[in-house]
Structures are given as C-alpha cells and as structure tokens.
C-alpha cells in the first residue's frame, strides 16, 4: 500500500509552463531535503528526462491509456514507497486525452485512480476575476477530480497575483497556490511539443538552484505540501507477477545516447528482472557494438539531429550490418528504424545509414504522425504469436520514401488501429528477427511480449 503524500501538476491546456513550473517545485522540494520521487503522465520521453535529472531519481511514466489501471498503480506504489513526496506531472490539459468524451488517457484519469490533489497551472496573462470562472468549471466539471489550488503562471505584478487571490476567494474556490511572473523562470531550450532533451539541456547545480530559488520566491510550498499530504492511503495493490530469472542469462545490446534515448525505465527495470544483462552502447561514439550479445535494441531518439556524424561513423554501422545478418534479434522503434534505414533526407542533404531496411527515411516540414494506436500481431514475431495486441504511440516528422513491402524478404508483423479514428494500417517490418516500426509500444505493461522477446534472445544461440 502507499500512503505517500502526492500532487498531479496539471495544465489547463497545453503551453501554459506546467513542465518548467515542476521541474521548479521538484528542486525546492529536494533542496529542504525532501526524497521527491516523479512521474510524468503519457506516453512522453524528454519530461520525464528533465524530471530524472532534477530529482536524482528515475521518472516513471504513468500512461492510463497504454498500461491500464493495475499496472499503473503497482508501477506508483512501487516507486513511490521510499519517497516523502510524489510529484506527477500532467500531460496537455487537465481533461484532454484520448477521448473527448470521457477521462480515458488523461491527467485526470491518473488523478482520480491515485486519488491525488490537483495544483492547477494556469496562464494568467491578461486575467483577474476570469480566472474564478474558469477554475470553478475545472473544479466543478468531474466529481472524481480533487483541485487542490491554482497556481497562477505568467503573472504580471504582485498587485495582479492578489487580484486573482481575492477573485478567487470571493468565488470559494480552490486557493491560489502561487503566482510565477512572466521570465522569473530560467529559460529551457525547447523542440517540437516541448523541451528538448535531457542530455541536450546543460544541467548543472547553478540551473537547478535557480528554478528552487523561484519556487520558493513565488509558491507557497507549505500550502503546496500541505495539500500533498490530505492524499488517503491507496490500500493494498496486487504484486506483479513473478517472473522466471533462472532460465539462462542473456546479453542484450541497446543503443543509448544524445541520438537514441527513448526508453522507459519500467522497461529497463522489467528486462533486468528476467535475468537480461544490458550492455549500453553509442551508436554516435563506439566503434563498434558490444560483443557477446544475443540481440540489439535500437530505441527511438533524434538520428535526424545528428545525422553526419552516424552517417561517417562507417565502423559502427558496419558492425550492426553484421549483427543484423546474423540470425540474432534486432528490435528498432521510430529513430532505430531510421537507423536500420538505407538513409536519411532532409531537404537537399542526404546521409547514408545502415541499409538494412530496403528504403530511405525522409525529413518532413509538418508533423507525420501523433497519437495513441494499437498493434494486433498478424505474423509470429519477437514479441508474440499471431493475434497477441499491444498498444503505443506514435511520434515522428520522419517517413519512407519507399514501401519495403515491395520486397519479397520484408512483411508486415502488426497491423495498427489508431485510436483517434479507427483508422488501419499495416506495419511492424519483418525480415526473419530483425523487427522495425515507428511504434513506441508500451512493453513492460505486456508481460506476455517480454517474455516472447527474452525467448527470442535466449534461442539466439550466443554464451553469456
């Protein structure tokens, strides 16, 4: 059971500083002293890197939508067991997520099952008793939801921050729990839909005093904890099931560095707890892959940033052609894909990768694809047999200029429903074990995939 104190910082939309004013919260909480464990909700990778490195604690990923309520709540209380506080940080607004007619894959979804007090961050430029309004329909709108204050981003003056304390008051409304002014926030590089990367911020203890030192000027972390501390005890949570160690150990190699970084930690985690020795190597740095390994995963990241530099590093490419040859497990998501790729384009340049995948990759201007989607297997693959489902995200700028489906030696392995529409589309490129998609799939909620991937590795052949 967990009845460790806990606040869901949430947006009312997205855009309105919830990541910058967390990462602010969580370093004054640590430096009273405070063990702050953190969490970030959605299928996200660069908050939860950002909140790592600001809490000296891995950041889990709580996903309603990808992993359901058991895993989420075992995965909370697991990791929230030894901390003083939980910090979970939203995704866009409080109330979107992957319905728009109900809490399915939204912050308030995680909120109401970890019943947890809600800090509500909003833009407050150009308001005063507006903010009344708008704060009693989120307070008002879902029963299951506790708001537990507002926090007032973006504020002009102390006289504007106690006209929107007084509003709110008049209205008995949630109190106001802070109020940043707009630039009293050291200023994060940002990419795409948010920050960029942890490896690509330059953290250092001067940063990370300057966002503790404008958490304690501008909230009120008393009333802040205070409200953490009104969260009831979630009561007893099922065990994950046990897991076999004893089988054989095997070596994978996973690629980890400023251009392949996308993994969840939970995944990491879960592939230790099999008995799975991970061997981290630079794909941008190396010269070669990590010897003695029974299979090569290649996770998302950004390859397109730094292109030339996989591209000239002939060595390292040369050594996953050989591994992607030799009949043991590759797995490649998004970045890793493009990768395996014969390529990249972006506009007039063009990089040589590693040739495996017959097609090159192309940069594109807009957005490719953003969203929720399930995979239902439709071939056996590495990660189960023929109908086994599984569910992800996509998020890439990046597309195939050409179809490897046209190759007689490629298939299909999924075909993917996306959940906005109910669109479908075949995917999962399939040639004997190497596996690529632009999937990120949730693994470690499916124990049934890790154990058919940790099989794969197992038959591969190679002594550890």
Avoid at 212 to 228: C, F, K, Y
Avoid at 261 to 269: A, E, M, N, T, V
Avoid at 311 to 335: D, I, K, Q, T
Wanted: hydrophobic letters at 40%; aromatic letters at 8%.
């Amino acid at each position: 059971m967990s009845a460790c104190a806990r606040l869901v910082i949430a947006g009312s939309h997205s855009g309105v500083g919830k990541s910058s004013l967390t990462l602010a919260l969580v370093a004054a909480l640590r430096q009273r002293g405070l063990k702050v464990q953190t969490f970030k909700v959605g299928p996200d990778y660069l908050d939860p890197g950002h909140l790592t490195r600001v809490s000296g604690r891995p950041c889990y990923n709580l996903d309603g939508w990808m992993c359901g309520r058991e895993y989420v709540m075992r995965l909370f209380c697991e990791h929230s067991a030894d901390a003083d506080i939980a910090i979970i940080e939203g995704v866009m607004g409080l109330f979107d997520g992957s319905s728009p007619t109900s809490l399915e894959g939204s912050t308030a979804r995680i909120a109401a099952w970890l019943q947890a007090p809600v800090a509500l961050v909003v833009n407050s430029h150009g308001m005063a008793r507006s903010l009344a309004a708008l704060v009693h329909g989120y307070a008002s709108f879902e029963p299951a939801i506790a708001l537990g204050g507002v926090i007032a981003n973006f504020c002009g003056s102390d006289a504007h921050a106690s006209l929107l304390d007084a509003a709110l008051q008049a209205a008995e409304l949630p109190p106001l729990l802070g109020a940043m002014p707009r630039n009293a926030l050291p200023a994060l590089p940002g990419r795409h839909l948010g920050l960029v990367s942890a490896t690509e911020t330059r953290w250092n203890d001067s940063l990370i005093r300057q966002l503790a030192a404008s958490a304690e000027q501008h909230l009120n972390l008393e009333h802040l904890l205070q409200q953490a501390s009104h969260a009831p005890s979630l009561g007893r949570v099922a065990p994950a099931p046990a897991q076999d160690t004893n089988s054989g150990s095997v070596r994978l190699a996973i690629a980890c560095d400023a251009a392949f970084q996308f993994y969840y930690p939970d995944l990491i985690d879960a592939l230790r707890r099999r008995g799975v020795q991970l061997a981290f190597f630079s794909p941008l740095e190396d010269a070669k892959l990590p010897p003695g390994c029974n299979g090569l995963y290649l996770g998302g990241g950004y390859p397109e940033e730094y292109a030339e530099q996989l591209s000239s590093n002939h060595s390292m490419l040369n050594s996953v052609r050989e591994f992607c040859n030799s009949g043991r497990p590759v797995y490649a998501e998004c970045g890793g894909l493009m990768y395996l790729s014969k390529g990249l384009e972006d506009g007039e340049k063009r990089w040589g990768f590693g040739g495996i995948l017959p097609a090159w990759c192309r940069m594109r201007s807009r957005r490719k694809r953003l969203g929720y989607v399930e995979v239902t297997l439709q071939q056996p693959s590495l990660l189960g047999a023929v109908g086994t489902r599984l569910r992800g995200h996509e998020f890439h700028y990046s597309e195939l200029c050409d179809d490897p489906l046209q190759n007689p030696h490629w298939n299909a392995a999924y075909q993917v429903r996306t959940n906005r529409n109910g669109a479908l589309h075949e995917e999962g490129l399939s040639c004997g074990v190497v596996l690529a998609s632009y999937v990120h799939l949730h693994l470690a909620s499916s124990p049934a995939a890790m154990d058919s991937f940790v099989s794969a590795l197992q038959r591969s052949g190679v002594s550890v």
